[in-house]
């Protein structure tokens, strides 16, 4: 008696607890084991939503439950005068309901708990279903329990969709999280998979009830389930319902969705333009297509339906009832009408957007009454006046350029005088006016961009291809045709076989003249692995060839003698037309001699060494080639360079990863000139690219020639990685990339995934299609801890192009990075970049990274550097929802994806009083055709990136500037995109 009147007077401190103890966590309180919070109760108490009448308690008592640890959780809990909302995890998950009128006696406190299965919905509600009559129960002391509710947190409409009930001999009506779902009944199996994806993205509102109808996949619903539903309804909860087409309904022919429903109830509708994910207080709309998938996110977000006056009667166009502005910062100057340019408004319509005049036109209700398309939205432009046409389109294109939500497949950009009201969506696709076709037709006063329809996903490599391989020598001099190309450096070129030119024949010793044409030094580089990515040089660089001065040949005994292989074996290499993206530079010192080997009877001549070695040829290729004949003095000639070892894993991954991308220089040594060896006396079966020899001057000795300039230090651009060596998705799948993943950082993979599973909850569009949550849980995690310190030793890694335990974990990344949300528009950040890197960018206009580029929608005032880099987005990735806390977090950041290709619009070194600036453009993949040249008729995206950049600067420069860059977060990207700064002995790191 004592012991309880202590305990009622919140004594008791004294008394055994049985080991069990109290942590807050989040909103909630778990009462558990002294061991450890399980992660099944730290999961549910994160995502657990405050409670403003009662204290959350998370009852985590293991496996093992003795009959005194009910008397122990009593003994722990606070003694208050709130309520207890009470929930269990773990094999007694169903005992907080028994226990719920023992503690509440025993407490003297109200309890609620629930009594069947505990459902986790969207953004944190809880829902109750299992049996008849399941829910949340209250328990108080001295009154019998009574049902409390079905959802927590508790919509006003909850009552309304309690228990599940047929419609029909195969429809049912069932109650969900988010509000009702009426569906067919046949393939349950389809069914349950539609459920969980209902369950954990449509989120429970407060005020209005989401009643989504049809299941994809199963038969068409029939309508009169929905009227069953309907007469069900209270009228204040009919005003509450919003309808949402989630799978095939059966309709009249041509119909509106909403106007059947209209018609049929006969009263006024209001119906989702799509299916709502997200949180109840931060959700959007997305259009479901056939398959179940989300599409597009519509500006209009809800439409009213009111039914027709008769029923031979035309039906009116429903109203837009909520819609979302076409610009964050767009001024409002009527309902759903937005200011846009002197004279020039948007409207937003159920299809899209409208741009017009100011002054409504004629056809204000055929545009206003087009049907909204699942497929894709549609950039309307006025048409009524034809001076004004013009200045429209442009107006259209523009808004295009900066609006973000119309990246359906469907997108495109329409005059409105070839919308039909009423027209079914598939009328569409035959009035579209697709704007990249546009682009090609309009003049340059009105350039047109190529409007993304949506953001491509991550590039995967190219895996067995069929092409035939290439012989070649280790060097070549041929003519340099003036066409600018890139090349698919992952995959092999395929290169017809061209006949043997008629052997040379030699005179005896006699001056020859030097050749008239120009003729270009080109050294064929290591043959990579299959991939994607491009490159602005087709695996060929280009070096100009000084003529050297006329010199007698040989004789012939020792034109006879064969020469010894060389000790540097060549390797094949990918081989295609050759190409000179870069004007010659005539003032390059001349290098020391070669010997160069080519055609089936080639001649012996003297070419230039280059300055360096560049990274991507100095390994030789999987397969090793006949070596060129070399000259017999001086004995030996040195071997390649030997490759940095690849970068290690730190245990536990605690720390940034490295890599040494730097290469030992070779010294160079002069051969001797020798004639070259007899022809084959059998044709190699692979095709050979050959140089004709009477082209070529015959050369017996020369006179010494200046020393090769000394290599550039401390930039090169980054070398093509091999397949292995890249951070592009396999078609195989990430399977054994994410068990490694898991299995080398068990133990920081752990503490971050729990968080991370909390912001995948909240952000359902993280799920991604096909995969499983573990797979996508992996790849977010992998993603947020790139984002953090340990992110630069993989960029390292990717640039340099060697392989190591950096390239399963970028892979990783780069899948969680391609479920984030892409980003079109000018992206920023600033460096000081060197000299050398200026010359490397005024010799090229295409480039690739390969590894993640990272920027920032808008400028950050703490970064450093005399430079802005200005890149033209189209696919790059927000990390917003996965940025780490504190010092490590980046406000706006983007990245860029590996292998994603940029051209070079304008340099601006700096100068006294103003800044450098680098304008870039990002290329898309609908840009290159296969043979992997840029189409030359989109040179008018490159002016309106331009304009579009410089305005950005100009809207930047009367902004506020902020920080965005945490203190631990700077300095990610130290050079420009496609260069990489070795770390060679003396080499210097500026920016």
């Not at 008769?310 to 166009?317: E, Y």
């Not at 309902?335 to 741009?355: D, I, K, M, N, S």
Request: overall charge negative; hydrophobic content about 40%; glycine content about 8%.
């Amino acid at each position: 008696m004592a012991s309880r009147f202590r305990d009622l007077l919140g004594g008791g401190k004294d008394r055994p607890d049985g080991g069990i103890v109290q942590h807050t966590v989040g909103n909630a309180l778990v009462v558990h084991s002294a061991d450890a919070i399980s992660s099944e109760a730290q999961s549910l108490a994160l995502s657990m939503i405050e409670d403003a009448e009662n204290d959350v308690v998370v009852l985590d008592l293991g496996d093992g439950m003795p009959i005194t640890a009910w008397e122990s959780v009593a003994v722990v809990l606070p003694r208050r005068r709130r309520g207890i909302r009470l929930v269990a995890c773990g094999r007694h998950h169903n005992s907080a309901a028994m226990a719920g009128q023992w503690l509440s006696e025993r407490l003297n406190r109200t309890v609620i708990a629930p009594d069947g299965e505990l459902i986790r919905g969207a953004a944190g509600a809880l829902f109750v279903h299992s049996v008849p009559g399941s829910g949340w129960v209250r328990f108080r002391p001295g009154r019998p329990p009574t049902w409390d509710a079905k959802r927590y947190p508790t919509p006003l409409w909850d009552r309304a969709s309690i228990e599940t009930q047929a419609s029909s001999a195969t429809g049912e009506i069932e109650p969900i999280p988010a509000g009702v779902w009426i569906h067919s009944t046949r393939n349950p199996e389809l069914v349950e998979q539609h459920r969980q994806r209902l369950t954990a993205y449509v989120p429970c509102h407060p005020d209005t009830m989401t009643v989504l109808l049809g299941c994809p996949g199963t038969p068409a619903l029939s309508l009169d389930d929905v009227v069953r539903f309907w007469r069900g309804l209270d009228e204040e909860n009919r005003q509450r319902v919003r309808f949402a087409q989630f799978g095939d309904v059966r309709m009249p022919e041509g119909e509106a969705f909403g106007q059947a429903l209209a018609d049929l109830l006969n009263t006024s509708v209001v119906c989702y333009t799509g299916m709502p994910i997200g949180s109840p207080q931060k959700h959007e709309i997305r259009t479901v297509l056939p398959d179940g998938t989300l599409g597009w996110a519509p500006f209009s977000l809800e439409l009213v339906y009111t039914p027709r006056a008769h029923p031979n009667s035309r039906a009116r166009r429903p109203t837009v009832l909520t819609h979302r502005p076409p610009l964050p910062t767009a001024e409002e100057i009527s309902p759903r009408v937005y200011w846009f340019a002197p004279g020039a408004v948007v409207e937003v319509v159920q299809t899209g957007l409208w741009v017009r005049s100011a002054e409504e036109p004629k056809n204000a209700e055929q545009v206003r009454a087009a049907m909204l398309d699942a497929e894709g939205g549609v950039l309307v432009f006025d048409d009524t006046i034809h001076s004004a046409t013009g200045r429209m389109r442009e107006l259209a294109v523009d808004l295009a350029a900066r609006v973000s939500g119309m990246e359906g497949s469907g997108s495109a950009l329409m005059p409105a005088s070839v919308l039909v009201p009423g027209a079914k969506p598939a009328s569409r696709a035959q009035a579209v006016i697709d704007l990249e076709e546009e682009t090609r037709k309009v003049s340059s006063v009105a350039p047109i961009p190529v409007y993304v329809e949506v953001a491509p996903p991550a590039p995967v490599a190219a895996e067995n291809v069929v092409i035939a391989e290439v012989s070649l020598p280790s060097r070549l001099e041929v003519e340099a045709p003036g066409e600018e190309q890139i090349q698919l450096p992952g995959a092999r070129q395929q290169v017809r076989a061209q006949p043997a030119p008629a052997p040379a024949v030699v005179p005896p010793a006699r001056a020859v003249p030097a050749p008239v044409a120009p003729r270009v030094l080109v050294e064929p580089a290591t043959a990579p692995a299959a991939g994607p990515a491009i490159t602005s040089v087709p695996g060929l660089v280009a070096r100009p060839v000084v003529p050297p001065a006329p010199a007698p040949v040989t004789s012939s005994a020792a034109a006879a003698e064969p020469s010894e292989p060389s000790a540097r074996p060549s390797a094949p290499a990918p081989v295609a037309e050759p190409v000179v993206p870069a004007p010659v530079e005539p003032e390059t010192p001349a290098p020391a001699p070669a010997v160069v080997h080519a055609g089936p009877d080639p001649v012996a001549v003297r070419v230039p060494e280059p300055p360096a070695m560049p990274a991507a040829f100095a390994e030789p290729g999987p397969s090793a080639m006949p070596a060129p004949p070399a000259a017999p003095e001086p004995s030996t000639m040195p071997g390649p360079p030997a490759m940095p070892e690849p970068p290690t894993m730190p245990a536990g991954f605690g720390g940034s990863l490295s890599t040494d991308t730097s290469l030992p220089v070779t010294p160079v040594v002069e051969p001797t000139v020798v004639a070259a060896p007899p022809a084959p006396t059998a044709p190699d079966t692979k095709p050979v690219i050959v140089v004709p020899a009477a082209a070529e001057p015959v050369v017996a000795d020369r006179a010494p020639e200046a020393a090769p300039a000394p290599p550039r230090s401390g930039v090169q651009w980054q070398p093509v990685p091999a397949a292995g060596a890249s951070a592009l998705l396999r078609e195989k799948g990430l399977g054994d990339e994410r068990a490694w993943l898991r299995r080398t950082l068990s133990r920081e993979f752990d503490v971050m995934a729990s968080s991370v599973s909390r912001t995948m909850s909240e952000h359902p569009g993280m799920q991604g299609s096909g995969l499983s949550t573990e797979d996508v849980l992996t790849d977010s995690v992998a993603l947020r801890l790139y984002l953090t310190a340990r992110g630069p030793g993989v960029d390292a890694g990717l640039r340099s192009g060697r392989n190591g335990p950096h390239v399963p974990f970028a892979r990783c990344v780069v899948s969680g990075l391609s479920r984030m949300s892409s980003f079109r528009g000018t992206t920023i950040y600033r460096i000081t970049p060197t000299a050398d890197e200026w010359d490397l960018y005024q010799q090229r206009k295409l480039v690739t990274d390969w590894g993640f580029v990272h920027a920032l929608t808008q400028p950050c005032s703490t970064q450093d550097g005399d430079t802005d880099v200005l890149i033209w987005s189209m696919t790059a990735r927000r990390t917003t929802v996965l940025e780490p806390e504190g010092d490590e977090a980046v406000e706006d950041r983007v990245l860029f994806l590996p292998g994603t290709n940029f051209k070079i619009l304008e340099l601006r070194r700096p100068s006294v009083g103003e800044r450098g600036a680098v304008l870039i453009r990002e290329i898309g993949t609908n840009e290159i055709d296969d043979n992997g040249k840029v189409d030359a008729n989109r040179v008018s995206l490159d002016e309106l990136a331009v304009t579009s950049l410089r305005r950005s600067v100009d809207r930047w420069a009367t902004a506020e500037p902020r920080r965005r860059i945490g203190a631990k977060a700077d300095g990610r990207n130290r050079t420009l995109p496609g260069l990489e700064r070795n770390t060679q002995p003396g080499s210097e790191r500026k920016g």
